[in-house]
C-alpha cells in the first residue's frame, strides 16, 4: 500500500506561493464559517520520524483564527498512566462544537508502537486497539464531529537522511537518540502500520495520505485536503430525524415493551437487625475502599432511580466511613452550556475516578436513553444508539481494570406519591421537591418503558445493573452495601 | 440480561384473538406497502431448542402473501461447507428488494454453538464471528435492508418439561437425541447467548427477546414487533445525498489526488524468449491448478484494467492449458434487472468459486468505485462506503482459505488511442469497439483519479493490486501468469 505511493511528486515555488495565498484565504473563511456552524473538528497529523509533521501544522495553523483551534501534543507523559483507559486522555480532550483540535500524533500511537510487541500477544493487542479506535471515532462522527487524518509518508532513504542530518544538528529538534535511530526500525514498522491505517479506514473517516519529501508539495496536500474535508461538511444537507412510529394499541404497546421491573418484589423489609448490620458493613466498605487504593483498581457506582426513589440516602450512607479522600460524589443534573458543545459521554470521560479511587454518581450518563429520551431532548436515533455506546464505554473501564456497578432504585407509583406529599408537608424537605417532578410522575408510563429497555439493553458481566427494592428505604440502603461490597470483593479477590 | 426477563407474562384468549385479528389485517397491508417500496426484509427467528419458533413462524406468514416472502431453514447441511467463507451461504440467500426472507435459525448458529469450544481457542473464534455478522449486518443494513432479529426465550425448567413431552411423542419434531436432551447444557450455553446478543444489538439492527412461555403472549409480540418496525421503516424520510465539494483548482486537484500510477514504467517489453516462457508457465499454472484442486483451496483471480488493455487477451493466456473443469470465466457487466434488485456485492459472492476451484473475473465488483462512482451510479456516500466493504469481503474470502489476487491492466492514452483506431480499422474486431469505449475515453482523468483511490485504499496484504505494464501485450501476458504462479504457490507451500 504505502510503497506504491509516487514520493518523487514536487511542486515549484511560484505554484506553491500562489496556492497557499488562496488557500489559507479560503481556510480562514471556512473556519469562520465552521464556528458558526458549531461543527467540532479534528484534525490528525500523523507520520514517519522526521517526515516534518511539526512544519506541516504550523502551516495549516498560520492561516487560522487562535481563538478557533487548539494544538495538542500527544507525548509520552499524556498517555501515560496505565491504570486509566486507554481512550480516557482523548475523550478528554475532544474539542467543543465550534473549535478545532490539531493533534501532533495521536490515538494511534499506542497501536502503532505495537510493532515492538512479540508476534503472538501482538496480534490479539492490535484486535482490541483497533476496535478501540474504531468504536472511538464511529461515536465521535455520529455525534457530529469532523475527523481529518494526514499521515505523513517518506521512505526509508529520505528518513535515514533527515534523521542523520539531524544528528550533527545541535537541537536535533528535541529528539532523543532512539528518535534519530527509528530509521533503523522502519521496514519493521511499516507492515504494521499499514494494518493500522487499513483497518481504521473508514468512509466516516478516511485517511489521507501525503507524500512528504517535497515540502511545498506537502504543505500544498495538507491545506487542500482540511479545506475539502471541510466544504464537504458544510455542504452537507441536515438529516431530518426519523418519524417516530404509528401509535400502537394499548395491548400491543404492553406486549412489545419489555418487562424487569414487574417482577421486582417491593414488599422486602430488613429484619430487626438493620443498625449492627449497617455499621458492619460500613466498617468492611472503608477496608474494601483502601484494598482498592493499594490495588490501584478505579471503581465506578453509579445511582439511577424514580424521583425520591432514595438515591441520595442510599450514598449517604455509602460514604459515611468512607475516607473523602478516596472517593467523590458527582451529582448530574442537565449538561450545562459548555458540557453541551461536546459529545454527551464526555463529561463522564471527564468524571471517571484515578485509579484506586472510587466515583459514585447520583444520576449518570443514562439520562440519555431516560430524561432526554422521554422529554425527547434528543433523537430517536440518538438513544437508540446511545445503548452500544454506553456499553463500549463501560466494557473500556472495564478492561481497563475498573469495576464498575449501576443501581436502579424501584419504588412503585403509590410510594413515590407518599413521598411527595410527605416532602411538600415537612418544611426542611420541601426544597426537595418540585414542579418538575410532579410532571415526571404524569409520565410514569413513558419513563417505565424507557427503564425497561435500559436495563434490557445494559445488562453486561462488565457492568452489570442492581435493581434495588425501595419501598423500604432500610432494606434498599443494605441491599447496595451489600452488593457494591459483594462485587468489590470479587473483583479484588476477595476479602483482605 | 436474560435472567432479568419476566417470563410469567400471559395472554387471555379473548385479547389474543382480537389483537391477532387487527394485527394480521395490518401486516397484509404493512406487506403490500413493503413490496412497493421495494424493501428486502429479512427476520431471523433464534431461540432455545424447543421454544416454539417454527409455530410462532408459521403464525406470522399467515397473514402474509406467499409470493412476497420466503421460508429459510438454516440446518447444518445449509451452513456445511467449511471451504466456503462462513458468511457465503448467507449472502447467496439475502432476499431481493421488496421481498422477505424469514430465517429458522440464521448466522447466529454458528457463534452460538461456540459454547462448544474451549475457553483458550473459543474467545478468539467468538471475536472472529461476532466482527463476521456485524459486518455482514451493517453492509446490509447500509445496503437498505431491514433487519428484524427476534430470540424467542425460555427458562431452563420451562425447556426441560417441553422437551421431556417431545420425548414421549412418537414424532418427536422431527429431534434427535441430543436436540431432546439439550436443556442439560442449558447453563452452559446461556453466557454463550448472552455475549452474543449483546455484542449483536445494535441501533440498526436491534434484538427483541420475545417471552415465549405463553405461545398467545409470543405471538402477539412478534406480529406487533414485525408490523412495528416494518411501519418504521416505511415512515422514514429519505436521506438526502450528499452534495459534492466546491470544484477546488487544477493544481489543488492534482495535489490531492493519490498517484500510484505515474510511477509505472510503460515502456517494459518481454525478451526474445516470449514464446518459450509462456508455454513453461502455462504447463506450471496447469500444474497448479490441479494442486489447488487437491488442497481444496478457491483462488479468485480479478481483471481490472481501462478499456482495450488487454484483459481478454491475459485470460486467453492464463487459462489456455488448463482444466477447464477447474475454473470459470465470469464476465462482469451491468447488473442485470434481478441483480438490481439485491445488496451490490450479491452477485460476486454467488460467484466464489467452489473449494479447489480458480473464479477468473473479466471486470469485478471494483464497478463500484470505477464505473458507478464516475457515471454517478451511486451516491458518492455509497462508494466511499464501499472501499472498506469490499475489503471486508476480501478478508472474509482470505481468511476461508481463499487465495486472491487483482490485476489492474494499465496503457497510456495515447497507446489506447491507436488500439480503438485499429479495432475500427479491422473488420473482425469492429465489434469490440463501440460509442461507449469513446465516452468513457473522454473521462479519461475522472477515471484515472478513480483508479488512483482504488488501488490505494484496497491494496491488501491479503488480497493485493497487481500493477501490469501492459503497453506491451506479451509483457503484460507474461507478467499477469508469472504473478497467478508465484502468488499461487507461494500460498500453497511452495511448488509441487
Known sequence: MLEKVD????????????????????????????????????????GWEGSGKGAQMNQLILPLDPRGFRVQNITDSFMSDPFYPAMYPFWRAIPPAGRMSIYNR??????????????????????????????????LVDGGYLLIKLFLHIDRSEQKKRLQRLKSDETKGARGQEELNAYKNYDDILPVLEEVIRETDRAHSPWTIVEAHDRRFATVKVLSVVARALENRLNQPKIETVKEPVVLSELEEAVTTPTVLSKVDLSLEP?????????????RIRRMEYALYRDRRP?????????????????????????????EVIPVGAPNDFERRHHYLWRFWQDFPKAGHVAIFDRTWYGRVLVERVEGLCSPLEWKRAY??????????????AIVMKFWLQIDKDEQLRRFQSREETPEKKWKITEEDWRNREKWDL?????????????TPYAPWAIVEANSKDYARLKVLRTVLSMGEEALGGVR
Chains 1, 2 share one sequence.
Not at 12 to 18: A, H, P, V
Not at 271 to 283: A, I, V
Not at 447 to 459: D, N, P, Q
Open 7 to 46: 514520493l518523487s511528486r514536487k511542486l515549484g515555488k511560484d505554484e506553491y506561493r500562489q496556492s497557499v495565498k488562496e488557500l489559507g484565504a479560503r481556510l480562514g473563511e471556512l473556519q469562520r464559517r465552521q464556528r458558526e456552524a458549531g461543527i467540532p473538528v479534528m484534525v490528525v497529523f500523523e
Open 106 to 139: 495521536s490515538w494511534y500511537r499506542k497501536a502503532i508502537e505495537l510493532w515492538r510487541a512479540p508476534e503472538e500477544s501482538g496480534q490479539g493487542e492490535m484486535e482490541k486497539k483497533l476496535e478501540e479506535i474504531r468504536s472511538f471515532e464511529r461515536q
Open 271 to 283: 429484619d430487626d437487625s438493620y443498625k449492627k448490620e449497617m455499621s458492619s458493613l460500613q466498617r
Open 299 to 327: 471503581m465506578v457506582v453509579a445511582f439511577e432511580g424514580w424521583d425520591a426513589a432514595g438515591k441520595g440516602g442510599c450514598i449517604k450512607r455509602l460514604t459515611q466511613e468512607m475516607d473523602p479522600r478516596g472517593y
Open 388 to 401: 452500544s455506546e454506553i456499553n463500549d464505554m463501560e466494557k473500556q473501564w472495564h478492561v481497563s481494570g
Open 447 to 459: 419513563y417505565e418503558k424507557a427503564v425497561e429497555e435500559m436495563l434490557w439493553r445494559t445488562s
